[in-house]
């Protein structure tokens, strides 16, 4: 018995900006974009907020239109759970999961939000699970816990928000979008038959965006009044100092966009994908030869071409959704599953992987059976 993966959707913005486009931006090239990550275009949320792309994922993962992959279609009533992952939400409070929850009339959703940057559906989809493992009433009754059947797990970013569109180092990778699956409770399959997440500490300080809130303060810290209100305090100037960033602020940069020291990331990303799939084959004492396809984190093709040269496996046994996405972190994995689905690629019995990495930092994977 387990957590079955029964329903999918995806949601994309309007906007595609190509390449080219960002030629006239920043000094790159398409050549450059193309060979050194695999990344075409990608969408750019200009008029839908990261909640609209997500209420439209979730609505094609629960059946309610023809656009996702859904095995029935699910009333709001039999949603018992929102894990939502995303490190751009609209807002801080109420979270997103209660933003949908109240949009999509969740009336029995307990709700809340993760931020385990791109890896942030494979940690809520390990929530997820682990909670409806806990909480599911079984044959023997009720377990003392919230009851909990059915999941909606949703990763969604508006990314581009934290996007320095000065710097070719990073502006060149992300985009926006949203994915969503629905997990049930079925006594009659595996479903989720493993999973593996961890944190390794980013010393280097390789990936980072050190401003959250922003409101003015108008105190001094020995409590008397400032003459203007002011955004940066000392306790702000510490996380920059921190996070290694103090200078690129002090000098002018924007302080609430990503940083990122892209080979350091590169490198850990490369090892932590390889180390994620093998823990998880453990784990469930299953071979690769038993998989049918990997979903992995869509942030470089390049990286994926790494790990499928140290699992050795072609390049057709990952799917790639990176060439019209970009990078478009917690929603990566949920929007490439939906792909895979619509692409044929996974039927009824097939034990497939999702694996990420991302910002923090962390990775993970989880196996499960279509
Ligand atoms: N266009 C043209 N040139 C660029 C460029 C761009 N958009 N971005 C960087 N360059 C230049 C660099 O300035 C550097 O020039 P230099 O040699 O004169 O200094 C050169 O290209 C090589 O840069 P480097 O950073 O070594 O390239 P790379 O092969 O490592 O690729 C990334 C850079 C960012 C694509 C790559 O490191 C990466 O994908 N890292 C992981 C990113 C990631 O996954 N982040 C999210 C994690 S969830």
Redesign the pocket.
């Known amino acids: 018995m387990g957590s079955a993966l029964v329903g999918f959707g995806k949601a994309v913005p309007a906007l595609v900006v190509a390449n080219e486009t960002?030629e006239t931006l920043?000094?790159?090239?398409d050549e450059?974009?193309v060979t050194?990550?695999g990344i075409q275009s990608r969408h750019v949320a200009i008029e839908e907020t990261n909640a609209d792309l997500a209420e439209a994922a979730a609505r094609d993962a629960l059946g309610w239109t023809n656009g996702g992959f859904s095995e029935r279609r699910f009333d709001a009533s039999e949603i018992d759970l929102v894990v939502f992952a995303t490190i751009t939400p609209d807002t801080v409070c109420p979270s997103m999961a209660g933003l949908l929850r109240r949009r999509l009339g969740l009336e029995n959703a307990i709700a809340f939000d993760v931020n385990a940057?791109?890896?942030g559906f494979v940690y809520g989809t390990t929530i997820a699970e682990s909670m409806m493992a806990a909480c599911a009433p079984t044959s023997a009754g009720a377990t003392g816990r919230n009851p909990i059947r059915r999941a909606l797990v949703i990763g969604a970013e508006r990314l581009t928000r934290l996007t320095n569109w000065a710097d070719?180092?990073?502006?060149?990778?992300f985009g926006d979008g949203a994915g969503a699956a629905v997990l049930e409770w079925d006594e009659t399959r595996p479903g989720i038959m493993g999973s593996f997440i961890v944190n390794q500490d980013d010393f280097a300080n390789a990936?980072s965006s050190p401003a959250a809130y922003d409101a003015p303060q108008p105190f001094n810290a020995d409590g008397t009044l400032k003459e203007v209100p002011a955004l940066l305090g000392a306790a702000e100037q510490g996380i920059d100092d921190e996070l290694g960033v103090a200078e690129l602020v002090g000098a002018g940069r924007p302080r609430q966009v990503l940083y990122?020291?892209?080979?350091?990331?590169?490198k850990f990303?490369a090892e932590a994908m390889t180390e994620a799939v093998n823990q998880v084959l453990s784990r469930a004492n299953i071979s690769l030869d038993d998989v049918a396809c990997i979903i992995p984190?869509q942030?470089?093709e390049?990286?994926i071409k790494y790990a499928a040269k140290k699992l050795n496996r072609p390049m057709d046994f990952f799917q790639l959704s990176i060439a019209h996405t970009g990078?478009t972190?917690a929603a990566s994995v949920p929007m490439a599953l939906c792909d895979a689905y619509a692409n044929g690629r996974i039927n009824r019995g097939d034990k497939i992987i999702l694996v990420?990495?991302?910002?923090g930092f962390t990775s993970g994977a989880v196996l499960y059976e279509a």
């Open positions: 960002l920043v000094d790159t090239s450059w974009i050194r990550t940057a791109c890896t070719r180092n990073t502006c060149v990778l990936l990122m020291d892209g080979p350091k990331v590169f990303a984190h942030a470089n390049r990286i990078n972190s990420a990495f991302g910002g």
